[in-house]
């Protein structure tokens, strides 16, 4: 008596649990009968509490069934080309985005139908290959949720880059426009120069320094995004601008502040200008994550933020205590009371956005 056994790889139950924990669902689609696909089951750590469904009845389903029945079900044996090509395509009506694995021939309508196609590249049939949108190498499955985690990460960070760059342009909008459309009494207190010096600071911040940010701890213990989802949810979009106003109100008083106690053009200019670029200092730190605290984001190392951070501060002395930059910029220079008060303010406009972090964290 000979027999085959093929059993799951090492490991596997770690990596069909990380698989779940990122909110994915997991279908085993297979030309195997019920028992043998009941026991790999079993073993590789697959989540089923339904009974197989088979190939055959796949076909006699209405379209309206087989959704419901793909949807519920894990585990589909015997399957045939006609048969996993309905089951994808009726995942896929009920908006599911389908990820579908297969090395073999009859893999091959239902990869080029599913909208990743994933064909091992080690076992994989050269149909399957052709048909997959990509080939994992070494057959390792861990691999796919790499590239799961790489995908969250660089949507996440385009993402944070988004919402910076909305937050930190309110502030420049308002400041720029709202003294002279209240006829206050430095009604240009930037001047292009200042706008070109804070686009020269803020493009660096959200294209380099975002796009090396680390993957946050909780990343692949989120459930996957809809495909009807917006890049940008309302709610996502209202915080963006609240940080911005925020920060504008925080501006607009230092300004108002150093008028009152006397100051001229040129110290209000150097206030308000300092206070914008500690306020966009702090927002590039506090918007690293939209859940974890700025004390907690410093965990997840990106030497780019302290580099630019630091230049940024070095060239904002620069401006203010060399006289021929501070000639050129049109500001003075301020006292270790002033760049106080200046920092305090921009911290407060900015760092508020921790408790709103926190409520989050809570509830």
């Known amino acids: 008596l000979t027999v ?17 924990d990122a909110g994915i669902k997991v279908k085993v689609i297979t030309g195997d009968n019920a028992d043998t696909t009941n026991a790999i089951a079993l073993q590789a750590g697959i989540v089923n509490n339904e009974e197989a469904v088979n190939g055959s009845e796949i076909m006699n389903y209405s379209e309206k069934e087989l959704i419901r029945i793909a949807e519920s079900r894990t585990l589909f044996t015997r399957m045939f080309p006609e048969a996993k090509l309905a089951v994808i395509n009726a995942l896929k009506a009920q908006g599911e985005v389908v990820a579908m694995l297969g090395d073999g021939v009859n893999d091959g309508p239902a990869l080029k139908a599913a909208h990743i196609g994933v064909a091992m590249g080690n076992k994989g049939t050269e149909i399957a290959k052709s048909a997959a949108a990509m080939v994992i190498s070494n057959d390792d499955l861990e691999k796919l949720i790499v590239g799961i985690a790489a995908g969250r990460r660089i949507y996440t960070n385009i993402k944070k880059a988004i919402q910076y760059i909305i937050s930190i342009h309110i502030p420049i909008i308002l400041t720029v426009s709202l003294p002279l459309f209240l006829g206050w009494i430095f009604p240009h207190i930037f001047t292009p120069v200042h706008v070109i010096f804070l686009e020269l600071v803020m493009g660096p911040t959200c294209s380099i320094v975002y796009e090396s940010e680390p993957m946050e701890k909780n990343t692949m213990n989120q459930p996957p995004r809809a495909m009807s989802k917006t890049f940008l949810s309302w709610r996502e979009l209202g915080i963006s601008i609240v940080q911005g106003v925020m920060i504008a109100i925080g501006i607009l008083f230092v300004y108002q502040y150093t008028v009152q106690s006397g100051g001229n053009e040129e110290k209000t200019r150097a206030m308000v200008f300092s206070t914008m670029i500690f306020g966009n200092i702090l927002l590039s730190f506090a918007n690293r994550s939209f859940f974890y605290s700025i004390f907690e984001s410093f965990k997840n190392r990106n030497p780019l933020l302290i580099g630019i951070s630091v230049l940024v501060l070095t060239l904002l002395f620069v401006i203010l205590y060399v006289t021929p930059v501070s000639l050129f910029f049109k500001v003075t ?7 106080g008060i200046s920092l305090l303010i921009a911290t407060v406009s900015v760092l508020w956005f921790e408790i709103y972090k926190l409520v989050k964290r809570r509830w």
């Open 4 to 20: 085959f056994y093929d059993p799951p790889k090492k490991g596997i139950q770690e990596v069909f649990q990380r698989i779940y």
């Open 333 to 339: 220079a301020l006292n270790i009371n002033e760049l």
